[in-house]
């Protein structure tokens, strides 16, 4: 498919979703439905706002602070379990357990274990993302050519450069995928936290727009969340993706 | 075979410590000894009670027929695979592997992949500047010491391998079949690039199936057997220093009953 394809084909996608959302918000009550223009106009109006830019500063360190710690903890437990089979036959009902429990009970204990605020709202982002990233990375290093395992051997490659040189590149394509979905859960996760057991942040202003029935407000903050995940994504994630691609586009 | 049999490494195959009977001209101390190896991987045992040593210098070839364990011996001499009993002393300080196939990792440049093979083995940067284009000279690829290894053809991969191996100045040059996948043209080109690369202090052991590339390269032919009930493994050792010595190994291929195996992969 052209470039110029897909740029159409994303602009007449986003128009019909655009298009829905207002052909719904003006069958139904502005109280339950807010329309795009209202949720724009609250938008600007929001980030005109002094209390808007502290607000959003704080989700945002949250998030990364949590992004940096799962993706941390979640790495090098790959990288070893995907080595060492022993660590992850030991690491499994860890894993088993983290991802199958529902988010918001992890949110419940949590405020009873930290109370509310940032610690609560980075310990469970934290501890519902590193699995992802876990597996994910465990199973990619699984798979690396042993033959490059055999390389390094010989010609006494650093872990340095093993990691850089080997482990990296190697998985940099499932890595990628990965780190994406994690950004998104990341944002979803630390805005649950913060409607559930925050006094700042996105999350509490979107359940104080819902509790006075500012619905304009409450999809002017959506939008906020769904802005961050599209700045992630496009500005944080696709230059690293170009970089540890780069020798594919020869290809 | 009675007077191949009394060659120099093959005293040293029957009895490894025994320094006294070697005659090889370079040094005194062997750089590789294995000492009553067994090897044995997934059950299966491919070497047992194995005794044998290379003095430094030594340029080896290592024949025999297809599966018969020469590949594991060469990981076994490279630390890729360790004894199940036994030992191994490998005094080489610095190991030069070429593979069968180039083994160059896909996301670096031929100049980054033996860029990364020096920086291991200590090399500062001013001397990796200073080396690395003479050395991609010599094998003619200096013009391409940007591109990527999709982007070579087999032949030139090869030689960025064979380039990464002498990019460290081997004590010690393994080759695993390292031409099997070229036409014979090129095996012919490469195997000229060898020769010109390889240092007489440079120990080689030369596993390939083109008796005729590798003959010129090497004073010695080890031809590794199995015994027909048990997993044990015999050698049988012939000089190939000079001319009619070569003659005479290739004569005594076409009479033994060993030819018949290697000749179907020759």
């Not at chain 1, 590193?130 to 010989?154: G, M, R």
């Not at chain 2, 003619?140 to 030689?159: D, E, I, K, V």
Request: aromatic share 10%; glycine share 4%; with cysteine.
């Amino acid at each position: 498919m052209k470039h110029k394809q897909q740029v159409i084909m994303y602009i007449l996608g986003l128009i019909s979703l655009l298009a829905t959302w207002q052909f719904l918000a003006s069958q139904v009550s502005n109280m339950i439905l807010a329309s795009p223009i209202q949720t724009l106009w609250k938008f600007t109006e929001l980030i005109t706002h002094n209390t808007f830019w502290q607000q959003l500063s704080v989700t945002l360190v949250r998030l990364f602070y949590a992004l940096s710690l799962a993706c941390f903890i979640g790495f090098i437990l790959g990288v070893i379990a995907g080595r060492h089979a022993w660590l992850k036959f030991y690491l499994a009902p860890f894993r088993w357990l983290l991802m199958s429990v529902p988010p918001v009970i992890v949110v419940l204990l949590a405020m009873l274990w930290f109370g509310m605020g940032n610690s609560m709202v980075i310990f469970i982002t934290v501890l519902l993302l590193s699995p992802t990233i876990y597996i994910n990375t465990q199973k990619a290093v699984e798979h690396i050519d042993s033959h490059w395992f055999e390389l390094a051997q010989v010609y006494k490659f650093s872990w340095y450069q093993r990691l850089s040189k080997i482990y990296i590149p190697a998985i940099s394509a499932p890595l990628c995928a990965t780190l994406i979905i994690v950004c998104c859960n990341g944002v979803r996760i630390v805005v649950l936290a913060e409607v559930l057991g925050a006094h700042q942040g996105i999350g509490f202003k979107l359940a104080d727009a819902s509790s006075n029935f500012n619905t304009a407000e409450l999809y002017a903050w959506v939008i906020v969340s769904l802005l961050i995940v599209a700045f992630m994504e496009l500005v944080l994630l696709r230059p690293v993706q170009n970089y540890l691609l780069r020798w594919r586009e020869h290809i | 075979m009675d007077s191949l049999m009394n060659s120099p490494l093959n005293s040293l195959i029957n009895n490894p410590m025994d320094r006294s009977t070697h005659t090889s001209v370079q040094h005194e101390m062997p750089l590789v000894t294995l000492n009553k190896v067994t090897l044995t991987l997934a059950e299966q045992t491919i070497f047992d009670n194995l005794s044998l040593s290379f003095n430094a210098g030594d340029k080896v070839a290592l024949l025999g027929e297809s599966g018969i364990g020469k590949s594991s011996l060469l990981k076994l001499i490279a630390g890729i695979y360790q004894a199940t009993y036994g030992t191994l002393h490998n005094k080489a300080l610095r190991i030069g592997y070429v593979f069968q196939e180039p083994r160059l990792l896909p996301w670096l440049t031929v100049e980054q992949n033996i860029n990364e093979v020096m920086k291991a083995y200590g090399v500062n940067k001013a001397q990796r500047t200073k080396e690395l284009p003479v050395l991609l000279t010599q094998v003619a690829l200096n013009q391409f010491r940007h591109y990527y290894p999709h982007q070579l053809s087999g032949g030139m991969a090869q030689r960025v391998s064979l380039a990464r191996a002498f990019a460290i100045k081997p004590d010690l040059l393994l080759l695993d079949e390292p031409f099997s996948a070229l036409d014979s043209q090129l095996t012919k080109q490469l195997s000229l690039l060898l020769q010109n690369l390889l240092t007489p202090a440079t120990t080689m052991i030369y596993v390939s199936h083109y008796l005729e590339q590798v003959l010129p390269l090497v004073q010695l032919c080890l031809v590794l057997h199995a015994s027909d009930n048990t997993n044990k493994k015999t050698f049988t050792c012939h000089s190939t220093a000079n001319k009619n010595e070569r003659e005479q190994f290739l004569h005594q291929f076409t009479q033994h009953d060993f030819k018949n195996k290697i000749n179907k992969v020759c």
